[in-house]
């Protein structure tokens, strides 16, 4: 069974500092697609970033950025100076019917 | 604007009640899918369809059941509430078979007494 595991339920980061939440996950596919949600309080789930697996360059759009390490199977994302509106529930998520990880509930400090 | 809906955002109601949840797509997408999700927790895939008369069931094991009569429209309905059902149901929808990128609607959060 496919699985993304999310080993840190909840983060605090600074604001404008730098933060990294870890995902990791399991397949036996070689080529597929992973993906970051953004989930702020009582609001619209969003897509932050994706990574298609056979390209070995990391994604990246604007202030966020991944960490793509296709054998470790390890997806971590980046957040750059971070500010206030990035606090939010952070979901990895594999492509197929996508599978979520259990969500890394990030806080930032003003 | 392409969007989409979920209507009612909130919804409190005894049990036994049948309710339906709507949920509508403005981009054309053919793949539609419900997640269930209790407060803090992952997301659980609990119906999907491919398009027209087309339903399958996800990951978890749900109650309730879907159609899918015309492509923007994608209800959900539970015959019979029940305090088990009680947690928030979010729709997506996306443009290809492969679920590429998924657009979430703001969801519904049901609470059955």
């Known amino acids: 069974a496919q699985t993304v595991t999310q080993s840190q339920p909840e983060m605090s980061v600074q604001e404008a500092e730098t933060v990294t939440l870890s995902c990791t996950y399991d397949?036996?596919?070689?080529?597929?697609?992973l993906f970051w949600y953004k989930q702020p309080p009582s609001r619209q789930m969003i897509l932050v970033i994706r990574q298609e697996a056979y390209k070995q360059q990391n994604a990246t759009e604007n202030r966020f950025s991944v960490n793509f390490q296709k054998a470790a199977k390890s997806f971590s994302l980046k957040i750059s100076d971070s500010q206030l509106g990035d606090a939010a529930m952070y979901f990895c998520?594999?492509?197929?019917?996508?599978?979520f990880g259990k969500g890394t509930k990030l806080s930032v400090k003003p | 604007e392409a969007d989409i809906y979920q209507t009612p955002r909130y919804l409190v109601i005894g049990t036994g009640k049948k309710i339906t949840l709507e949920c509508s797509q403005t981009m054309g997408h053919d793949k539609m899918y419900w997640y269930q999700q209790d407060p803090g927790m992952e997301l659980h895939l609990i119906h999907y369809?491919?398009?027209?008369?087309?339903?399958e069931k996800g990951d978890l094991s749900s109650e309730s059941t879907v159609s899918r009569i015309r492509t923007e429209h994608f209800p959900l309905t539970l015959e019979s509430a029940r305090p088990s059902h009680t947690s928030q149901y979010l729709c997506a929808s996306s443009e290809s078979v492969g679920g590429i990128r998924q657009f979430f609607g703001p969801g519904t959060r049901l609470t059955v007494l």
């Open positions: 397949t036996s596919e070689s080529d597929y697609y």
């Open positions: 998520a594999k492509q197929g019917n996508l599978i």
């Open positions: 369809s491919y398009g027209v008369n087309s339903t």
